[in-house]
């Protein structure tokens, strides 16, 4: 193999790498010694600020391939015929953590696609979770704040995390599912994943219907106990990566079975929950799930910093044919998530390799750090201009509809919509069996232990009126568990 010579980031050849220059062998190092200095500015920023949310996270290539025409739906070029692919890329995550934490932590799990298609590259960025803890981006910073840690001693609060719980009834859905052993899935190939949000299709008729998503891994689901989970984060921290990895490696590529749930906008109408609210499921024995296609994992990025550290996912990245609603959640998301990455990776983040469009990107934005200009070059950099070609497409208008309300208030969340509670009975009584039932009890009697302090008592009894209120056998186990006398005022409250 022919040697390459070593260089400096300028290109120009070098041989002194291991020794500084130095006045004698034993005297004080030379400022010119400009390798020392490339070397050793560049080694301190190495590192670009952690995501705030779904800093720990593993990453992977793969393709979609369309198995299922959904055409009547959606006039996205991806899905207008069956057979159609194209390349993606994924990253798993956990949520509170940083980046150093435990891949096994009891948390959500961050569920993010980026689908590089011929229209543009679209985003879908989930959790494993069909469902969240709040339903309004406004409340957003004080949730992550209580999953994060305490100004004062630096550490992670189970008084914080249920105080704000206790307080937030519109959580408790959420909050069962992280209880629950799916809260410590076995790393991210036995999990499925959700876009959570309602969004919508856009047919070739101009036809809008409200979608969901839903991917379901192929691999069978699988989780760790609660136990199992706190000793796998001391014998392997980045158990799941390795999982992954060491997987598509070996050709094991994992798969997830690529589903849709449609609902009409009458049927939205007549829904008994609002919905565009990400605290709640659409029932699948109303809205069953639609088969679409299958995504497969088969490459692990050859610089886990370039493309997984550097990759960046919005909901605003959306294709003709797959647009918004007005999930108050999603529609906070469409700001901060651009917002995020502008801070952390920089205004041209999508001209790296992992987020760049692989087919044409035409457009007006210039400059910034680390502007490439090898695609625009000496382009204009205005519209209308007399000098280039680029011509804006009517085929890709925005749908045009008429606003149920043109009235403008900070409209109450749970006005008319307050059942926090109809939906985490049934996961407690339909959706689980008697063993995950058991586990579930179990994982929230140790979180709930860990609350100390004056405001002790008054958090566990307020969490307790929650649980009761889905369910009453729920409430008793829990409190039993906690060693909490269940008095008459509790049960009036629960009711």
Same mark, same amino acid.
């Given at each position: 193999m022919d040697s390459k010579k070593l260089t400096t980031g300028s290109g120009a050849p070098y041989f002194e790498h291991q020794d500084s220059q130095t006045v004698g062998s034993r005297g004080p190092v030379l400022l010119q010694d400009f390798i020392l200095q490339e070397n050793l500015a560049h080694f301190v920023r190495e590192r670009i600020p952690e995501r705030i949310v779904h800093a720990k996270g593993t990453g992977a290539y793969g393709t979609f391939t369309v198995t299922h025409d959904i055409s009547q739906y959606t006039k996205a070029k991806i899905f207008s015929k069956v057979g159609n692919s194209c390349r993606m890329f994924a990253r798993f995550?956990?949520?509170?953590?940083?980046?150093g934490s435990a891949d096994t932590a009891r948390d959500p799990r961050g569920f993010a696609l980026k689908f590089y298609t011929e229209d543009g590259n679209w =985003?879908?960025?989930? +959790? +494993?979770t069909p469902v969240f803890f709040i339903k309004d981006a406004k409340?957003?910073? =004080?949730?992550?704040h209580t999953q994060k840690r305490v100004p004062k001693t630096n550490l992670k609060?189970?008084? !914080? !995390?249920? %105080?704000?719980?206790? $307080? +937030?009834?519109?959580?408790l859905h959420q909050v069962l599912i992280l209880m629950s052993d799916r809260g410590t899935p076995y790393g991210y190939r036995h999990m499925h994943g959700f876009g959570s949000h309602t969004f919508s299709m856009i047919n070739d008729k101009n036809e809008r219907v409200w979608v969901k998503f839903h991917f379901k891994t192929k691999q069978g689901i699988k989780n760790f106990s609660n136990d199992e989970a706190t000793k796998m984060a001391g014998e392997n921290p980045d158990f799941a990566q390795e999982d992954l990895c060491n997987?598509? =490696?070996n050709g094991d590529f994992p798969k997830w079975a690529v589903y849709i749930q449609v609902m009409t906008e009458e049927q939205a109408k007549e829904f008994r929950w609002n919905p565009f609210d990400i605290t709640k499921v659409w029932f699948q024995g109303d809205f069953p799930l639609i088969e679409v296609g299958e995504m497969e994992l088969n490459e692990i990025p050859v610089n886990y910093f370039a493309h997984v550290e550097q990759s960046t996912f919005s909901p605003s990245n959306l294709i003709n044919g797959i647009s918004f609603s007005p999930d108050k959640m999603l529609q906070g998301r469409l700001f901060s998530y651009p917002d995020a990455h502008r801070y952390r990776v920089g205004v041209n983040a999508h001209q790296l390799e992992v987020n760049r469009c692989p087919f044409a990107v035409n457009n007006y934005q210039r400059d910034g750090f680390m502007a490439d200009s090898s695609e625009y070059q000496d382009k204009p950099n205005y519209h209308p201009n007399s000098f280039d070609d680029i011509v804006p497409d009517s085929s890709y208008k925005n749908f045009e509809y008429e606003l149920d309300s043109n009235h403008v208030a900070n409209f109450n969340r749970n006005e008319n919509d307050d059942d926090h509670y109809t939906q985490?009975? $049934?996961?407690?009584t339909k959706a689980m069996n008697q063993e995950d039932r058991e586990h579930l009890v179990n994982n929230i009697i140790?979180?709930?232990?860990?609350?100390d302090g004056p405001?002790? %008592?008054?958090?566990?009894n307020r969490q307790l009126c929650h649980f009761f209120r889905a369910n009453i056998e729920l409430g008793m186990k829990v409190a039993s568990g906690l060693s909490v006398n269940i008095d008459a005022n509790m049960m009036n409250h629960s009711k």
């Open positions: 995550s956990t949520v509170g953590g940083e980046k =985003d879908l960025v989930g +959790n +494993n409340k957003f910073p =004080d949730f992550i609060s189970a008084t !914080m !995390m249920w %105080d704000f719980w206790s $307080l +937030n009834p519109e959580s997987a598509i =490696d985490p009975g $049934l996961l407690y140790d979180a709930m232990s860990g609350i405001k002790r %008592d008054e958090i566990i």
